[in-house]
Every structure is written in structure tokens, then in C-alpha cells.
């Protein structure tokens, strides 16, 4: 079974529009960590935000959010005011507490933000 | 503070051929790990590295193999290179602590190797 879901291929949101992007997880482990990168077309990726199992309130970073549910196993990333900037391939993943540093990634959802 | 930097960017390899990547990890830490990321699809852990000792791996065969400096500078090699190995290879390092904690790895911007 896969650890991480995206199930959005690719999405497309206009120019200061909000956006979100799912991601459900699997794991057994009662403490791990959740991760969004984005990887513009350069290749490297960018960290964004960071949820705990723990954390009782969702994350932010400035325009990014993470709706963190964790009964349902979801952490979908919430990108506010999109700009055009933000077209890229974006990536959900999982750190589990017995894998130290190493994370398990989905397979990521294209977001393209239009004039 | 320098990110991670990796080299070369781009290489072209045949089949059976041998390949090393390079990656001089962000200063002040001490743990690197490499992904592959074939087209379309999510990185995927190889192996880890701590202190220039192996202390993960995924699911790749043991003609994938690497090496951690004493800088935390790394390599990864990999032997007999297959069609398949055709893939972006990202370099990660983080600072490993002894309790759990967000550990954000960073990345740097990969080498494209292309098996023909």
C-alpha cells in the first residue's frame, strides 16, 4: 500500500486565487512528521511546511497552510493568493519516527497558476 | 551559509558503464542521503549517511553504493548502469539530533543521468 496519496495529477488555480492540494498518508507509527516540497522545473527541492503528529494546531508559512486531519490521515497543503511564481511540481511526504531523516514521497501534483 | 550543491548537473552514461555523482552537503550538517527520481514520479530513498557510516537504505540492488567524507561531502556510485537507472538523482542533508523534530532536509538541484 502506498504511504503517501496525491490524487491530483495536476491542478490549475488563477492568479491570486487560494488552492488546495490533498494528501492522505498511511503509517502505524504514533510519531512522524509531514513535509510539502515544491520543485519548480530547476529540479531542486524546496522545503515549504512542516506538520508534527503531535502539533495541535496547523502549520503555517506565509501563504502556505497545512490542513492537518489526522483522524482522516490527511495533510493537504492550502497556498493563498497564488501567484505566478508558484507553478511547479509540489510534493507531500512523510518522515516516520522509526526512519529517521528519510522521507517517503507521493507522487507529486503540477500546479499551473494562469494570469 | 552555501545550500547543497551537487555535480555534474547533466550526464550522459551507456549501459554498463559506471557513474559517480558528487554532493557537498549544507554547512553544519551532518547526515546526507540520495534519492532517485525517475520522470513523472516521487523522489526515492537509496541509502543514508551519519558519521560516513550506512545507517539506512531503500529498496535499490547493491550495485548502488555511496561514501561519506569526513567534510560530509558525498558520492554515489553506481555499477553496470541499466536503461532504467535514467533518472534525477537529489542529494539531501540535514542535521541529525538525538530527539525527534521537524529535520527538514535540504535539497540540492540534482544530476540528471541518462542511460542509453
Known amino acids: 500500500a502506498q504511504k503517501i496519496t496525491q490524487t491530483q495529477p495536476g491542478m490549475f488555480v488563477q492568479e491570486k486565487e487560494a488552492v488546495t492540494l490533498d494528501c492522505t498518508y498511511d503509517?502505524?507509527?504514533?510519531?512522524?512528521?509531514l513535509f510539502w516540497y515544491k520543485q519548480p522545473s530547476s529540479g531542486e527541492m524546496i522545503f515549504l511546511i512542516y506538520?508534527?503528529?503531535?502539533?495541535?494546531q496547523n502549520a503555517t508559512e506565509g501563504r502556505y497552510s497545512l490542513n492537518f486531519q489526522k483522524a482522516r490521515k490527511s495533510a493537504n497543503l492550502v497556498i493563498s493568493a497564488s501567484q505566478l511564481g508558484d507553478s511547479a511540481m509540489y510534493f507531500c511526504?512523510?518522515?516516520?519516527?522509526?526512519?529517521?531523516?528519510?522521507?517517503?514521497f507521493g507522487k507529486g501534483t503540477m500546479l499551473l497558476v494562469s494570469p | 551559509e552555501t545550500g547543497v550543491t551537487q555535480s555534474p548537473t547533466h550526464l550522459i552514461k551507456t549501459r554498463g558503464q559506471q557513474v559517480t555523482l558528487r554532493c557537498s552537503s549544507q554547512?553544519?550538517?551532518?547526515?546526507v542521503s540520495w534519492y532517485q527520481q525517475a520522470l513523472g514520479q516521487g523522489p526515492q530513498f537509496i541509502f543514508q549517511?551519519?558519521?560516513?557510516?550506512?545507517?539506512g537504505r531503500g529498496n535499490f540492488p547493491p550495485r548502488f553504493s555511496g561514501l561519506q567524507f569526513p567534510n560530509y561531502s558525498s558520492e554515489l556510485n553506481v555499477n553496470a548502469l541499466e536503461l532504467d537507472d535514467s533518472a534525477l538523482y537529489l542529494c539531501?542533508?540535514?542535521?541529525?539530533?538525538?530527539?525527534?523534530?521537524?529535520?527538514?532536509?535540504?535539497f540540492g538541484a540534482g544530476s540528471r543521468l541518462t542511460v542509453l
Open positions: 539531501a542533508s540535514s542535521y541529525r539530533t538525538g530527539f525527534s523534530g521537524a529535520n527538514v532536509l535540504t
Open positions: 503509517t502505524s507509527d504514533q510519531s512522524y512528521g
Open positions: 506538520q508534527g503528529s503531535y502539533d495541535e
Open positions: 511526504a512523510m518522515r516516520e519516527e522509526s526512519g529517521y531523516s528519510t522521507l517517503t
Open positions: 554547512s553544519g550538517h551532518n547526515t
Open positions: 549517511y551519519y558519521r560516513e557510516e550506512e545507517n
